[in-house]
């Protein structure tokens, strides 16, 4: 399994924190944090959901508590 450099939260952190400046712009993936699919699929709905905010779509999706069995 991947395993990430030392700084590497702090690297990601930054990352996420400026590309939030940019409207319609999310970032998602494996190599942000977390390489398991669980990770990944939360990685890409956190990613849609802040891009179809900006937009103004709102999904009834995400207004139901999630329980997730890890």
Not at 19 to 45: D, F, K, T
Not at 57 to 70: G, M, N, P, S
Request: hydrophobic fraction near 35%.
């Amino acid at each position: 399994m991947p395993q990430y450099t030392l700084g590497h939260l702090d690297r990601v952190t930054l990352m996420e924190e400026r590309s939030a400046r940019i409207q319609g712009l999310a970032l998602a993936g494996g190599s942000y944090r977390g390489v398991g699919i669980p990770n990944c699929i939360e990685s890409g709905e956190r990613a849609v959901s802040k891009v179809l905010g900006e937009w103004g779509i709102d999904l009834a999706e995400d207004h139901v508590e999630e329980k997730r069995y890890y």
